[in-house]
Structure formats: structure tokens, C-alpha cells
């Protein structure tokens, strides 16, 4: 009889001050109650609960937002504004859900399943000559359509979280 191994959930809820960088290579539960400043990079799920109060660049899979940001989100799967919600910044997601009650002051650009070179650059936040150097080298998972490169995000986020960027 086989028996499959259940995989442990990560769970990691914070209510404090804090201020820095908080990143995450595995995908966690992070739920933040408190205040924090500086950046989140996170896999899996962060929730800001409805006290917290956030002033950050923030990277997430699924972003569910309770409380107050003033920052920038990008939500790879998807970003949820729940009706205590106040987003102060411009928003990057995969798919929205904004409930009625929520506050959101900003610019909203949608994450699209393909990526040209100019968004790839503006994406992983480097200068295009070295998106172009990595695809002209085959360092940068990608094609080219005519003489356009086009970039799948899922494989830019795995090829990201395999730490070979600009390797």
C-alpha cells in the first residue's frame, strides 16, 4: 500500500513593525497584520489583514489586500482587493478582483501570458540591451516571431526562481 506524504503548509503570520527586504524562494502563507517598509518577494499566498499598513514594492503569487499599501504590486496569479482595501500605487496583476468599498489610486497594467522585449525589461525591472543580450545568447527562455522575441511569463518566473538570471 503506498501512502503519499502530505505536504507541510508554510504558514507565517506577522503582527509587527518591520522594515527591510522579506523574500521567499518556497511559496508560504504570509499573512501581515502589522506595519512594514521596504520590499516583499513572496511565494504563495500574502494576505495584509485589514490593520496592516504597508509601504513596499511588493512580488506575489495570489495577494489578497485587507489593509492599507503605498507601493507597487505585482500579482503573478492574482490580486484581490477586499472592500477595507486602500492600494496607493500602480498594480500589476495576472487576474483582479477589486470588491465594491475598496480604494485603489493608480495605474493598473494587466500581466499578460506573453511578454515582448520591452515588457520582459520592464517585468524583471533590468534595461532592455540585456534582455537582448540574454535572448540573443539563449540565456533568456524565449523565441522569436519574425524579428520579435516573445517571452512566456510562466517560464521567465521559473527560469527567475531558478537563480540563472544574467547567469
Not at 157 to 165: E, T
Amino acid at each position: 500500500m503506498a501512502f503519499k506524504k502530505k505536504l507541510e503548509e508554510k504558514t507565517l503570520d506577522v503582527d509587527a513593525a518591520m522594515q527591510g527586504t522579506l523574500s521567499f524562494k518556497d511559496p508560504v502563507n504570509l499573512r501581515i497584520n502589522g506595519k512594514f517598509e521596504g520590499n516583499l518577494d513572496t511565494r504563495g499566498n500574502l494576505t495584509v489583514g485589514s490593520n496592516a499598513q504597508i509601504n513596499a514594492d511588493i512580488v506575489g503569487d495570489n495577494v489578497i489586500v485587507g489593509g492599507r499599501i503605498k507601493g507597487k504590486i505585482t500579482a503573478k496569479e492574482r490580486l484581490t482587493l477586499l472592500p477595507s482595501a486602500v492600494v496607493e500605487g500602480d498594480i500589476y496583476p495576472a487576474k483582479l478582483n477589486i470588491a465594491e468599498g475598496a480604494i485603489f489610486e493608480g495605474k493598473c497594467s494587466m500581466l499578460h501570458d506573453f511578454l515582448n522585449a520591452d515588457q520582459l525589461a520592464k517585468y524583471l525591472e533590468v534595461d532592455l540591451n540585456s534582455i537582448m543580450e540574454w535572448a540573443n545568447a539563449g540565456k533568456v527562455p524565449g523565441h522569436k516571431e519574425d524579428s520579435d522575441w516573445r517571452f512566456e511569463r510562466k517560464a521567465i518566473d521559473s527560469w527567475v526562481a531558478s537563480g540563472k538570471i544574467g547567469k
